[in-house]
Each structure stands twice: as structure tokens, then as C-alpha cells.
């Protein structure tokens, strides 16, 4: 069935063109052409945070994905392009209620619509964004189009069949498209420690940062680096390969991610400290022989909750992610792919819905997490993961945890 959403309230009083945003299911809201003008296609996400647009725009794991905030009020603090989050703004299409007319902030640059605009991204303003969530959340993720100018004129059913002909997120892979075309270096900050190779998947700006203020060195590596090209890095207390390697969040499905995957493996075997966030806590699932599964309608925003195993601390945490690791929380397994690489238990759990938010190795040293410790924008709740890694690189094998373990066999018995 075909249902249709008009903007309620006091719609967006800049522009006077209208737009219209098409889910594949049939359902379409109206609303007012908002940034660049025409058609643009993707998956509809919905994102909760309050703050941070301009760093979920810039974020590249959101390539291939229209995203609407479901703050109703965006762009007052403009666009500075300090914040920026990557080179680029990779969204495929941006919804909201209500735009600020005009930036306030001493820091602003240029106003959010006029990125859009230069930038080529399709958005549309004054639609009931929380209808829309609900409706997300309800029926799960699904693909959808912004249509505006003389694309948004024609049929709604010409308009449907082009959704419906668009890639769905499953089976997508987009790491390729995001990925630096040349390894980057970032100059550690003050002592240098260490040396850390970081596999760029779609990584954002605030990682390497937040790793060059422990004293790293970080080279970003291009997505199709092979062992031996990790292995060229040479570290600070092993001139023979990188001290650490790194695996960042990235767009597009996990289950596409075979290549790197296979390079995880190597860097596993060989014992390297390992480190991944988000897409890079996928590839570890995958690379110790666990599946992924698409979420319903995904975790996004800047406020959920995560149970720290090791300590038992929740943690209030940024998260962007739409797959999860198929793994046990209530077991320590042995790593399905290969049992030479050891045990693994789930070391963070999301606490809205049970889902797998950080893996770690028992038996060698390596860990990832499935949200984002370098939140930008976000709390700061979760920096203590950084320090792990620098741990990790300085003892180079695997924490014992076992009295956490131990709790956690007790808890499971006594339920
Ligand atoms: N931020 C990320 O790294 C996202 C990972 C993956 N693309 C997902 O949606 O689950």
C-alpha cells in the first residue's frame, strides 16, 4: 500500500521548490528541495544524534546510505571545515525537518545548505523525520530516492520503479570507492612510540588523531594493501613490520570484505597487535570465522549504551553501523576458522539489544570494537580503547582475562 506524509508544522521557509523522498515499500514524503537539486538514490538510515551533523556527512562509512537526522533542527552551527571528518562529504542524501536559516556560530564558514549545493548531495527539508524513523524502525531498512527540479515531476510509479532498481546495501561493497588512493603518514605527537599501519576502509579523521596524541605514527594504507605492504611499515620495537596494524570503519556490507579479511589473517597469524573499529571489528569476526548479519534497521547516534566486560562499566557510546558479528555472548569459542588462532569472547555488548559490540582475542593480541571510540561527534566515554591498543603494542600478547570470564560462566549457570 502507498501512503503519503505531508510535513506538519511549520515547513522549511527558504524554498519554495518542492522535492519528495520515495521509500521502495511506496510510502513518499513531500517536502522542499534542500543542497544540490535532482535525483539520488541509496539506503534510508535514520541517525539519533542531537549534534554532529557535519561529522556524519563527512564520516565515509555512511557512503551509499540517504540519512536522515532525526534532530529536527540542523545546520545552526554552519559548516567549518576543521570538522571535517574525511576529505569529502559521502552521505548519498540528506533529510531533515526544520534547516536553520542561517548558521550562528563564530566558527562557521559557510552555511550546511551551500555545502550541499557544491557538493552535488541531494537533500530535502520540512519532512516529518520522525514519522519516517518510526516507520524505519517498524519495517527495517530499505532503499529510497530524493527526487526534486524536473526528476521529482514525473509519476510516483516511475519514481518507485527507480528505487527498486537501485543496489541494495546487501552484497554491496564500497571500501574501494572511499579508501585513500595513497598511503598518508601522520606524525606522532611528542614521544614517538610507536608505529601503527592503518588499513583505510572509509577510516575517519579523529582516529589517527586520537592515536598520534598517544606518541604512534600512523601510515594509512590504501584498502588493497597486502601483507607485505603492512609489513613495509617498519615500527619503533620491531624494525621488521609495523608495531601495530589498525582496521577502520568503513561503508558498504562485511560479508564483501574477502581481500581484507584474508590480509587480517596473515596479521593475526603472525601475531601483530591488532586493533579494529566498527568495520574493522567485522573483518575480525569474519577473519576468526564468525558471520555477519544485517541489523533491522541498524544503530546509529551518539547515545547508546555499551557493557565493557573487562571492567563492567557502561559506557555511553557513537555508533553507525547497520551489520553485526554473528557471535556467542555467553561462551568463550575457539576461533571456527582455524583453531590455531585460539579463543575469542565477546567483550563489549550493546545493552538496548544484545548485539556484539567488541571482540577480543584470548590467546593472541588482538582486539576491535563495533563502535566508535573516536567519536566525532560523540562522548569521550570510550578513549580508554586507544590506551588498550598502546597496551597491547607494549606487551605485545593477549590480557589475561579469566576471572572476567569465570564471572561470566558463573552468571550463565545461575540464569
Ligand atoms: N561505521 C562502520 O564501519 C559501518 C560498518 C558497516 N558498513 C555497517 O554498516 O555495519
Same mark, same amino acid.
Given at each position: %500500500?502507498?501512503?503519503?506524509?505531508?510535513?506538519?508544522?511549520?515547513?522549511?521557509?527558504?524554498?519554495?521548490?518542492?522535492?519528495?523522498?520515495?521509500?521502495?515499500?511506496?510510502?513518499?514524503?513531500?517536502?522542499?528541495?534542500?543542497?544540490?537539486?535532482?535525483?539520488?538514490?541509496?539506503?534510508?538510515?535514520?541517525?539519533?544524534?542531537?549534534?554532529?551533523?557535519?561529522?556524519?556527512?563527512?564520516?565515509?562509512?555512511?557512503?551509499?546510505?540517504?540519512?536522515?537526522?532525526?534532530?529536527?533542527?540542523?545546520?545552526?552551527? *554552519?559548516?567549518?571545515?576543521?570538522?571535517?571528518?574525511?576529505?569529502?562529504?559521502?552521505?548519498?542524501?540528506?533529510?531533515?525537518?526544520?534547516?536553520?536559516?542561517?548558521?550562528?556560530?563564530?566558527?562557521?564558514?559557510?552555511?550546511?545548505?551551500?555545502?550541499?549545493?557544491?557538493?552535488?548531495?541531494?537533500?530535502?527539508?520540512?519532512?516529518?523525520?520522525?514519522?519516517?524513523?518510526?516507520?524505519?524502525?517498524?519495517?527495517?531498512?530499505?532503499?529510497? *530516492?530524493?527526487?526534486?527540479?524536473?526528476?521529482?515531476?514525473?509519476?510516483?510509479?516511475?519514481?518507485?520503479?527507480?528505487?527498486?532498481?537501485?543496489?541494495?546495501?546487501?552484497?554491496?561493497?564500497?571500501?574501494?570507492?572511499?579508501?585513500?588512493?595513497?598511503?598518508?603518514?601522520?606524525?606522532?605527537?611528542?614521544?614517538?612510540?610507536?608505529?601503527?599501519?592503518?588499513?583505510?576502509?572509509?577510516?575517519?579523521?579523529?582516529?589517527?588523531?586520537?592515536?598520534?596524541?598517544?606518541?604512534?605514527?600512523?601510515?594509512?594504507?590504501?584498502?588493497?594493501?597486502?601483507?607485505?605492504?603492512?609489513?613495509?611499515?617498519?615500527?619503533?620495537?620491531?624494525?621488521?613490520?609495523?608495531?601495530?596494524?589498525?582496521?577502520?570503519?568503513?561503508?558498504?556490507?562485511?560479508?564483501?570484505?574477502?581481500?581484507?579479511?584474508?590480509?587480517?589473517?596473515?596479521?593475526?597469524?603472525?601475531?601483530?597487535?591488532?586493533?579494529?573499529?566498527?568495520?574493522?571489528?567485522?573483518?575480525?569476526?569474519?577473519?576468526? *570465522?564468525?558471520?555477519?548479519?544485517?541489523?533491522?534497521?541498524?544503530?546509529?547516534?551518539?547515545?547508546?549504551?555499551? %557493557?565493557?566486560?573487562?571492567?563492567?562499566?557502561?559506557?555511553?557510546?557513537?555508533?553507525?553501523?547497520?551489520?553485526?558479528?554473528?557471535?556467542?555472548?555467553?561462551?568463550?569459542?575457539?576461533?571456527?576458522?582455524?583453531?590455531?588462532?585460539?579463543?575469542?569472547?565477546?567483550?563489549?555488548?550493546?545493552?538496548?539489544?544484545?548485539?556484539?559490540?567488541?571482540?577480543?582475542?584470548?590467546?593472541?593480541?588482538?582486539?576491535?570494537?563495533?563502535?566508535?571510540?573516536?567519536?566525532?561527534?560523540?562522548?569521550?566515554?570510550?578513549?580508554?580503547?586507544?590506551?588498550?591498543?598502546?597496551?597491547?603494542?607494549?606487551?605485545?600478547?593477549?590480557?589475561?582475562?579469566?576471572?572476567?570470564?569465570?564471572?561470566?560462566?558463573?552468571?550463565?549457570?545461575?540464569?
Amino acid at each position: %500500500m502507498t501512503a503519503t506524509t505531508e510535513p506538519t508544522g511549520s515547513p522549511d521557509r527558504f524554498s519554495p521548490e518542492p522535492a519528495v523522498l520515495v521509500l521502495e515499500d511506496g510510502t513518499r514524503y513531500r517536502g522542499h528541495a534542500w543542497g544540490a537539486r535532482g535525483t539520488t538514490l541509496g539506503e534510508m538510515v535514520f541517525t539519533t544524534g542531537m549534534t554532529g551533523y557535519q561529522e556524519t556527512l563527512t564520516d565515509p562509512s555512511f557512503a551509499g546510505q540517504i540519512v536522515a537526522m532525526t534532530a529536527p533542527h540542523v545546520g545552526n552551527t *554552519g559548516w567549518t571545515g576543521q570538522d571535517d571528518e574525511s576529505r569529502d562529504v559521502f552521505v548519498e542524501g540528506f533529510v531533515v525537518r526544520d534547516p536553520a536559516p542561517r548558521p550562528s556560530s563564530w566558527r562557521s564558514e559557510q552555511p550546511l545548505e551551500g555545502v550541499l549545493a557544491e557538493r552535488g548531495v541531494v537533500g530535502i527539508s520540512g519532512v516529518d523525520t520522525r514519522a519516517l524513523t518510526r516507520h524505519l524502525r517498524d519495517r527495517g531498512a530499505m532503499r529510497a *530516492g530524493i527526487f526534486s527540479g524536473p526528476a521529482g515531476e514525473r509519476p510516483v510509479t516511475a519514481l518507485v520503479d527507480e528505487v527498486r532498481a537501485a543496489p541494495a546495501m546487501v552484497g554491496r561493497e564500497l571500501a574501494s570507492a572511499v579508501t585513500t588512493p595513497e598511503p598518508v603518514v601522520v606524525p606522532a605527537q611528542g614521544e614517538h612510540r610507536f608505529t601503527v599501519a592503518a588499513l583505510d576502509l572509509g577510516i575517519k579523521s579523529n582516529t589517527p588523531r586520537l592515536l598520534a596524541a598517544r606518541g604512534i605514527e600512523v601510515h594509512v594504507l590504501p584498502a588493497e594493501s597486502t601483507l607485505e605492504e603492512l609489513r613495509a611499515v617498519p615500527g619503533v620495537t620491531t624494525p621488521d613490520g609495523p608495531d601495530g596494524v589498525f582496521f577502520s570503519n568503513g561503508p558498504g556490507d562485511p560479508a564483501t570484505a574477502d581481500e581484507a579479511v584474508a590480509l587480517l589473517r596473515g596479521v593475526l597469524e603472525q601475531g601483530i597487535p591488532f586493533f579494529g573499529i566498527c568495520f574493522g571489528n567485522q573483518l575480525l569476526g569474519r577473519a576468526l *570465522g564468525f558471520g555477519t548479519y544485517k541489523l533491522d534497521f541498524g544503530h546509529r547516534g551518539i547515545n547508546q549504551p555499551v %557493557m565493557d566486560r573487562t571492567t563492567g562499566k557502561v559506557e555511553i557510546t557513537a555508533q553507525n553501523h547497520g551489520f553485526a558479528v554473528d557471535a556467542p555472548l555467553d561462551a568463550v569459542v575457539t576461533a571456527p576458522h582455524d583453531a590455531s588462532l585460539g579463543r575469542v569472547w565477546v567483550s563489549h555488548v550493546c545493552l538496548n539489544d544484545q548485539v556484539v559490540e567488541g571482540l577480543e582475542m584470548l590467546d593472541r593480541p588482538a582486539f576491535s570494537v563495533q563502535y566508535h571510540p573516536e567519536a566525532a561527534a560523540g562522548p569521550h566515554d570510550s578513549e580508554y580503547l586507544f590506551d588498550r591498543f598502546v597496551e597491547l603494542m607494549t606487551t605485545r600478547s593477549a590480557a589475561d582475562r579469566s576471572a572476567q570470564i569465570a564471572a561470566l560462566t558463573t552468571a550463565g549457570e545461575s540464569r
